[in-house]
């Protein structure tokens, strides 16, 4: 399970990974090559697929166009959502279909500590403390691990 936030430029995510089982660490946010911020809740593998075609068409998505999107695999539609922040800060919501949803501004949260991180951002706190918060006190199932850390205004990472 993961949760990702996003407030005033900075998106965070916790790191751990399972599926059912505690399998260690992973990249969970990453910054794309237009300068976007991309994080990724859901199966890691769908996840990793929907980064690396956001490498390949996010500027026709900023240009309202609708790039073709990778095949969905198996009879479901896989567990995902994800948040893409524009180098001017505006954010999106990413469903499985991958369509874009500009949301109306302020804190962003998806993931299963979406709605404790959305909380604790409206009372004032950071995404990283929030994050923080969420992981150090188990607030949302399966989340943990290190703090991921990007801001839109620096061109490294933290954590």
């Known amino acids: ?10 998106l965070v995510s916790d790191s751990r990974c399972s599926d059912g ?3 260690g660490q992973v990249r969970k946010i990453w910054r794309l090559r237009n300068g976007y911020l991309f994080g990724g809740a859901g199966e890691a593998g769908y996840c990793a697929l929907v980064r690396h075609w956001l ?3 996010v500027s026709l ?4 166009k609708s790039p073709e999107r990778p095949e969905i695999y198996g009879q479901e539609p896989p567990s995902f959502i994800g948040l893409l922040i524009r180098p001017d800060g505006q954010s999106f919501i990413l469903d499985h279909y991958l369509g874009p949803i500009e949301t109306l501004g302020g804190p962003q949260a998806v993931g299963s500590g979406a709605s404790h991180a959305l909380a604790l951002m409206a009372t004032g706190m950071s995404a990283e403390q929030a994050v923080q918060i969420i992981i150090d006190k188990q607030l949302a199932d399966g989340v943990g691990g290190e703090t991921q850390v990007l801001r839109l205004n620096e061109g490294r990472e933290h954590g």
């Open 1 to 10: 399970m993961t949760v990702i936030a996003y407030r005033d430029g900075v």
């Open 21 to 23: 089982a505690d399998n």
């Open 55 to 57: 490498e390949r068409s």
């Open 61 to 64: 998505i900023a240009a309202g």
